[in-house]
Every structure is written in C-alpha cells, then in structure tokens.
C-alpha cells in the first residue's frame, strides 16, 4: 500500500482551471549505499562489488553516449535520452547585431536527462500495489493485532535486515505517526527484539 497527496495544478497549465492531481507521497531518498544494499537483498548472488560496478559503469556510459546523440534502452525499465536547454549566454558575434540574429547564436547545454519508462513496469506496480490517499490512513484500523505487527515486522527484518519507517507502516498499513509511536513503544521494551538502527533519513529499526 503506498500514500498520495492531492495537489492542484496551476491555472494556465495545461488549459486547466486549477485541476486537481494525486502526487505520490514520498518519504525517503534512497541513496547510492541504500540501493546497492536492496540490490543485495533481493539477488543475494552479486557481491557488493559487482553491483557498485554495474552501477557506475552505468552511469559512465550513459554519460558517454548519450551526448553523442543515442538512447540507451534497458528492458522493463525504459530508454535513457538527454535533454537539452539554452543557457543565457550568446556568442560575442560581429554579426550578431539584431535580437533576431542573437538568436542564432544561443549556446546549448545539457539540462537533464529522460526517461520514458517501459509500460510494463507500470502495470507491473499497478498489479503488485494499491494507492491511498495520505491522510486518510489513520482513520482505518490495522487488521493486525499489535502482537501479529511485531511479528511480521520481525519477519521482514529477517529477510530484509532491517525496516524502516514507512515500510513497516505499509506492512501493517499504519499510518506513519501510528507506526512511529508504536516502533517507539517495541524499542522501549527490551523483550520485543526490536531496536532502533540509525538517525535522521537513515533510521532503521532492526532485531535486538
């Protein structure tokens, strides 16, 4: 189960009248360690190794090719592109002499790059995961008693290492404060073999 807000949409964009939009919640930015480690975790048989060295030759040859005018297209993901923009500068040119010939003269720079994702990894998360609205959790009771809670957290700290947050929120479809408060209440309690891991965005909680 993951989270979304509803935000509105600018008046002017899109000819739209300050139309409404679901915009997913998101709670944490996985950096380049946390994703090596959930590499591991779900293909166990790549070393950290070699998965830092998929990573960034990856990325050194997306940096490579893409400015040399190719995609870069990887199954069930999507295809890679550069995006381009002009920056504010113009060419001391003689012959630039009118707004409409400075024009010409703009100097092109790299902006971002795309990514046109493949559709089936969509509808891959849309068969594995159902979307509610932030906010509205709370109101809806776990179907976990607090002792099955501890028990599948546990469950999952096995097989994961640890649980953060939001997962364990998702996991026994808490709301975020409930799922803090009751992670709080496991911690303080040496007999429930959970303890807190971490601080600030990597706080973790795992067995102890």
């Not at 380049?32 to 975790?41: F, P």
């Not at 381009?84 to 113009?90: A, G, M, P, R, V």
């Not at 947050?165 to 496991?186: C, D, G, I, M, P």
Request: some cysteine; hydrophobic content about 35%; proline content about 4%.
């Amino acid at each position: 189960m993951a989270n979304y807000v509803v935000k509105e949409m600018p008046e002017g964009m899109n000819s739209s009248n300050g139309k409404a939009f679901p915009k997913m919640q998101v709670y944490t930015e996985f950096d380049y360690d946390k994703v090596v480690e959930l590499v591991i975790t779900y293909s166990p048989a790549f070393s950290k190794g070699v998965v830092k060295g998929v990573l960034d030759t990856l990325t050194f040859i997306m940096k490579n090719v893409l400015p040399m005018g190719h995609t870069l297209k990887i199954d069930n993901l999507g295809v890679f592109s550069l995006a381009l923009e002009f920056t504010d500068s113009i060419t001391d040119s003689a012959d630039a002499e009118t707004e409409k010939d400075k024009t010409k003269y703009h100097h092109v720079r790299a902006k971002g790059i795309n990514l046109r994702v493949d559709q089936n990894l969509i509808d891959e998360i849309n068969r594995e995961n159902t979307f509610e609205r932030s906010g509205h959790l709370a109101a809806s009771p776990s179907p976990f008693s607090r002792e099955q809670r501890l028990q599948r957290a546990l469950a999952f700290i096995d097989k994961n290492g640890s649980i953060r947050l939001q997962e364990y929120a998702n996991l026994n479809a808490l709301s975020r404060t409930q799922a803090s408060r009751e992670l709080a209440k496991f911690v303080s309690d040496p007999t429930s073999g959970i303890k807190a891991s971490g601080s600030g965005p990597l706080k973790c909680w795992v067995k102890g």
